[in-house]
């Protein structure tokens, strides 16, 4: 079973900052099954990016991912208001799995 | 435009079967590629993965989970349905379930939750 960890666990920065995020797994995997969503409170999540570096229809395109093997990426380039949440990353091997998430906060 | 709505009890006691239902709307579940799947988070905890099922009726569980769900589907009805035996309150959480498209796999469209407390 593959686990991802995600770091920093939560990420201070202010609005118009870089953020970058980080997905590591136990060991190699397929970066065409790498994920990543967005959580907003009292919200279900939303799908940002797919096949790691694929951003979903509608996201804009501050939002990058990048990375392979066990090593990937989330890159909000400029944080707007909005962007403040939680992210996860996914990854599907022979099932699905979610990293444990990073909150990105206003500081 | 596809949307998917959990229905389901709000509140189980412990041992108890859990039965959850996924309506959906958009899209077929005998379409080649897509899935859906059932995905939980406790109260300020992360996503956990439960299951999948696809088109073709291959079902996928959760490691650790595995031996109390069970994941059928009613492709006529637009239906999925979750059950989840033995349940325990430390399983009280909002339970999702979402749409997986054909191709890289992603859930892309998700249902807004329901919250089930397991308390006696």
């Known amino acids: 079973e593959i686990v991802l960890t995600q770091s920093p666990g939560t990420l201070s920065l202010s609005p118009g900052e870089r953020a970058t995020l980080s997905c590591r797994a136990s060991?190699?995997?397929?970066?065409?099954?790498l994920a990543w969503y967005q959580q907003k409170p009292g919200q279900a999540p939303r799908l940002l990016i797919y096949?790691?570096?694929t951003r979903a229809t509608g996201i804009p395109d501050r939002f990058s991912g990048s990375g392979s093997g066990t090593d990937f990426t989330l890159t909000i380039s400029r944080l707007e208001p909005e962007d403040f949440a939680v992210y996860y990353c996914?990854?599907?091997?022979?099932?699905?799995?979610f990293g444990g998430g990073t909150k990105v906060e206003i500081k | 435009q596809i949307t998917l709505k959990e229905s389901g009890p709000t509140l189980v006691k412990p041992t108890q079967t859990l039965t959850l239902t996924c309506t959906f709307s958009?899209?077929?579940?005998?379409?080649?590629?897509?899935?859906v799947g059932w995905i939980r988070q406790p109260p300020g905890k992360a996503l956990e993965w439960l299951a999948l099922?696809?088109?073709?009726?291959?079902?996928r569980y959760s490691p650790s989970l595995k031996t109390r769900l069970t994941i059928t589907k009613d492709t006529s009805k637009n239906q999925v349905v979750l059950t989840m035996t033995n349940m325990d309150p430390v399983d009280t959480a909002t339970y999702y379930c979402?749409?997986?498209?054909?191709?890289?796999?992603?859930?892309?469209?998700w249902g807004q939750g329901t919250l089930v407390t397991v308390s006696s």
């Open positions: 996914q990854h599907y091997g022979s099932s699905p799995f």
């Open positions: 958009g899209f077929s579940l005998s379409t080649s590629g897509v899935g």
């Open positions: 099922i696809y088109w073709d009726d291959d079902k």
């Open positions: 979402a749409h997986e498209p054909y191709g890289p796999h992603r859930f892309d469209y």
């Open positions: 096949g790691a570096s």
């Open positions: 060991q190699s995997v397929s970066s065409s099954y």
